[in-house]
């Protein structure tokens, strides 16, 4: 219960666009059991499935985008690093 | 040469080789042992067995291995090359030879480096450190991934195609320290500390395969206890699978090639994120229409619950009642008004027949004095002029006498 009340919260406060995909995904999955779990108001549920909704699409297109980024520590900086073309 | 009072050991050729064979073959240490020369007169014939010399400045000593010893060779032998081999001395009575039948061969060096291996795997065991109660769990989905390896070497490429291919949405710190010579164990041991800095998920710790020589840096007891003192847990992937390194059983989690290292950290691939993803897009779509099927089914029994409840069926049957109320009421007072009428016709007829009217038409007259317009009822009233009304008009009379 309280955390699904800490979830919803945050979907409140957080645009779906500003959050990293394990937070979307952490976020998806409890509000999956939001939905399934208590007997919400419909409007409540209503609300939950497109903020669910919006969380894949933003899953999916992260996923989509997804570049692995590499750095190079040297000492202790961290700089760009360039990978040889093979 | 005089022959000794007593008699020498008469012995036939086969006799003496036998001889000198058991002694040989009962030797433990001629039996299990390791000789250290340079190979030559290497010799490979079809039949897979292999022939050749050892030898040393002062002198030499006939080898051969046996197919099955030769086809388990980890590395290739050449005319020169300076080894150790591993055998039990035998006597080849045909030619009246000794011979050493070697099951093993190592580079030269490779012995004495394989005697530290174990003394210090022995040490460093004692202290505790390759306790599997020391082992971490590797995370299976890692933000950030740390690299200890050469910046130039196959290892690097292939570990960062591992990861660009599984998990793309992951980071990589790399901290590039040259992997053999030297130099490497303290720069091995700087490049974990300064990636633990950062705080990395997990740390993959890497070298493609070489000799044992080349990969000795990843047994050098520094080395070995950054990996255990590593904060983030470490997965070690050094050589090929065949390759054991002190590191290896320091790290929390040994992988047989780099490659392999990258795959064990990456346990949640981009397909399986997205076979994720789309179990809780449906999940999240049947569950909506699951809630919204449930709300319409709520609502159609309602309905039916309302329809049984309704007051329709009382306003139907109370609507029976007004109107039968209502008609009773009409033909209550229709009743009354025929009554009413007849009474009517009865004092209208009575009137009727009280209406002086009718009895003028039947040939009676009213006649009214002119003078003072009082009816005249008797003889004596007669006088002057009167008028004399009958059923269609009047007319004026006069009474004279």
């Known amino acids: ?86 | 040469m005089q022959p000794t009072l007593f008699s020498s050991v008469h012995l036939t050729v086969s006799q003496l080789t036998f001889h000198i064979r058991k002694q040989l073959e009962n030797d433990p240490t001629l039996q299990d042992v390791w000789v250290e020369g340079e190979i030559s007169n290497l010799s490979r014939p079809a039949s897979g067995h292999i022939y050749f010399t050892l030898k040393d400045k002062n002198a030499s000593l006939k080898c051969m291995m046996w197919k099955p010893d030769a086809a388990k060779l980890r590395i290739a032998l050449q005319d020169g090359m300076a080894v150790e081999a591993h055998g039990r001395i035998t006597v080849y009575e045909p030619q009246g030879t000794y011979q050493l039948a070697v099951n093993l061969i190592q580079p030269k060096g490779e012995g004495a480096l394989y005697q530290e291996f174990l003394r210090l795997k022995a040490a460093l065991e004692a202290e505790g450190l390759f306790d599997p109660e020391r082992k971490r769990p590797i995370p299976e989905f890692p933000r950030v991934v740390g690299i200890v390896t050469s910046g130039t070497g196959a290892a690097l490429r292939d570990m960062l195609n591992t990861l660009r291919r599984r998990l793309p949405l992951t980071k990589v710190i790399l901290a590039p320290a040259p992997v053999q010579g030297v130099d490497a164990p303290p720069a091995l041991v700087k490049a974990l500390q300064s990636l633990n800095s950062q705080n990395p998920d997990v740390i993959l710790l890497a070298r493609g395969g070489g000799s044992i020589e080349d990969l000795w840096a990843f047994n050098d007891e520094r080395v070995v206890r950054a990996v255990a003192d590593s904060k983030a847990p470490i997965i070690c992937g050094v050589g090929h699978e065949t390759d054991f390194t002190l590191s290896d059983f320091a790290a929390d989690l040994r992988a047989p090639t780099p490659t392999a290292a990258a795959e064990l950290a990456t346990r949640i691939t981009l397909d399986d994120l997205y076979s994720q993803l789309n179990y809780q897009a449906a999940r999240i779509t049947d569950l909506i229409s699951g809630l919204l099927a449930e709300q319409k089914a709520l609502i159609s029994a309602f309905a039916s619950r309302m329809k049984y409840v309704s007051p329709e069926r009382r306003i139907q049957s109370d609507t029976q009642t007004l109107d039968e109320l209502s008609r009773r009421a009409y033909s209550a007072l229709t009743h009354r008004i025929q009554l009413q009428a007849r009474h009517v016709d009865g004092i209208s007829k009575r009137l009727q027949s009280l209406n002086p009217e009718g009895i003028l038409s039947r040939g009676y007259a009213i006649i009214t004095r002119k003078e003072d317009g009082k009816v005249v009822t008797q003889v004596s009233q007669a006088q002057g002029e009167m008028k004399v009304r009958v059923s269609d008009g009047e007319f004026e009379v006069r009474r004279e006498q």
């Open chain 1, 1 to 86: 219960m309280a955390k699904t009340s800490k979830t919803s919260k945050t979907s409140e406060t957080l645009e779906t666009s500003a959050l990293t995909y394990e937070q979307a995904m952490t976020e998806l999955e409890s509000l999956v059991e939001a939905l399934e779990g208590e007997q919400n108001p419909l409007e409540d549920s209503m609300k939950l499935f497109e903020r669910g909704q919006s969380l894949v699409m933003h899953c999916g297109a992260l996923l989509e985008a997804a570049q692995l980024k590499v750095q190079k520590l040297v000492g202790e900086t961290m700089t760009a690093f360039e990978e040889e073309s093979e």
